[in-house]
């Protein structure tokens, strides 16, 4: 079974070895941030990988001067307006990171410069990622005035841990690719002149490999995030929450203006 490319415009596909597929965030001209469809894109895509039997290994990777830029504004205003566009990216957030665990084929990321919001999920819930030393990786939720749902509850404490998962989605701190190496956020850093190589190297390695020893291996590691399934998914909520309420108007308003934003320090909690 193959599917339709057609279906997604947002992004593009090639295959850069013998039964690798490599999919490339393509909004170049906006950093590769996602809109509405495009977020809906990525999510289904993975089901459409996990069936189609050509395809053996994924790379996921941004078009342009980067990985990608999260989500535009026109999706967060939509998603402060209007409680049924909250509902839908709820759903789509959750099973864009399910969609991502459960493909059973083993998947590949590239990245370089800012890698933030829903390219972020995809880039550090792939089976190995590889970053450049320039790649600027953060979670940014906080700064616009939504807790860090995502992806970040369900792997980030398992894969550089509690302490300084906290430190960076708490605070927004950015993460170069090289120090996400060294915390083991990422598999592994390569200068940017390699990072194409790299990937399909071990892309291939993947697609060359025993397939049913290499994705039931991956079965059997995910159930680590499985097992984190629950707070993930208090996360998602609570970040939708968060769009109805007055820190993220301000943060919105704060990013368009290109200033720091001003939080109420007053809170019912």
Same mark, same amino acid.
Request: charged share 25%.
């Given at each position: 079974?193959?599917?339709?490319?057609?279906?997604?415009?947002?992004?593009?596909?090639?295959?850069?070895?013998?039964?690798?597929?490599?999919?490339?965030?393509?909004?170049?001209?906006?950093?590769?941030?996602?809109?509405?469809?495009?977020?809906?894109?990525?999510?289904?895509?993975?089901?459409?990988?996990?069936?189609?039997?050509?395809?053996?290994?994924?790379?996921?990777?941004?078009?342009?001067?980067?990985?990608?830029?999260?989500? +535009?504004?026109?999706?967060?205003?939509?998603?402060?307006?209007?409680?049924?566009?909250?509902?839908?990216?709820?759903?789509?957030?959750?099973?864009?990171?399910?969609?991502?665990?459960?493909?059973?084929?083993?998947?590949?990321?590239?990245?370089?410069?800012?890698?933030?919001?829903?390219?972020?999920?995809?880039?550090?819930?792939?089976?190995?990622?590889?970053?450049?030393?320039?790649?600027?990786?953060?979670?940014?939720?906080?700064?616009?005035?939504?807790?860090?749902?995502?992806?970040?509850?369900?792997?980030?404490?398992?894969?550089?841990?509690?302490?300084?998962?906290?430190?960076?989605?708490?605070?927004?701190?950015?993460?170069?690719?090289?120090?996400?190496?060294?915390?083991?956020?990422?598999?592994?850093?390569?200068?940017?002149? +390699?990072?194409?190589?790299?990937?399909?190297?071990?892309?291939?390695?993947?697609?060359?490999?025993?397939?049913?020893?290499?994705?039931?291996?991956?079965?059997?590691?995910?159930?680590?995030?499985?097992?984190?399934?629950?707070?993930?998914?208090?996360?998602?909520?609570?970040?939708?929450?968060?769009?109805?309420?007055?820190?993220?108007?301000?943060?919105?308003?704060?990013?368009?203006?290109?200033?720091?934003?001003?939080?109420?320090?007053?809170?019912?909690?």
């Amino acid at each position: 079974m193959s599917f339709d490319f057609s279906e997604y415009d947002q992004l593009s596909f090639d295959h850069p070895a013998e039964g690798v597929l490599r999919i490339t965030l393509n909004r170049p001209e906006r950093l590769n941030a996602l809109d509405s469809e495009g977020h809906r894109q990525l999510t289904e895509i993975w089901r459409a990988v996990d069936k189609d039997q050509s395809i053996s290994a994924v790379i996921i990777r941004g078009a342009g001067r980067g990985f990608s830029a999260g989500g +535009d504004f026109e999706m967060i205003e939509e998603l402060i307006e209007d409680f049924d566009a909250r509902a839908r990216l709820w759903r789509e957030t959750r099973d864009l990171v399910y969609n991502i665990i459960n493909c059973g084929k083993p998947i590949v990321s590239a990245i370089h410069g800012p890698a933030v919001g829903a390219g972020l999920v995809a880039a550090l819930l792939a089976d190995i990622s590889i970053a450049t030393p320039n790649a600027k990786i953060v979670d940014g939720h906080t700064r616009l005035g939504v807790a860090a749902g995502d992806h970040a509850a369900i792997i980030w404490p398992l894969l550089c841990g509690m302490a300084r998962a906290k430190y960076h989605l708490l605070l927004c701190e950015p993460m170069t690719g090289e120090r996400a190496a060294e915390v083991g956020l990422v598999s592994l850093c390569v200068d940017e002149a +390699d990072l194409e190589a790299k990937s399909i190297e071990i892309a291939s390695r993947l697609a060359g490999g025993a397939p049913n020893a290499i994705r039931w291996t991956k079965y059997a590691m995910n159930n680590w995030l499985r097992m984190a399934g629950p707070s993930f998914d208090v996360s998602t909520a609570l970040e939708m929450l968060g769009f109805t309420g007055p820190e993220v108007v301000e943060g919105l308003a704060s990013h368009r203006e290109k200033r720091a934003p001003v939080f109420s320090p007053n809170s019912p909690l």
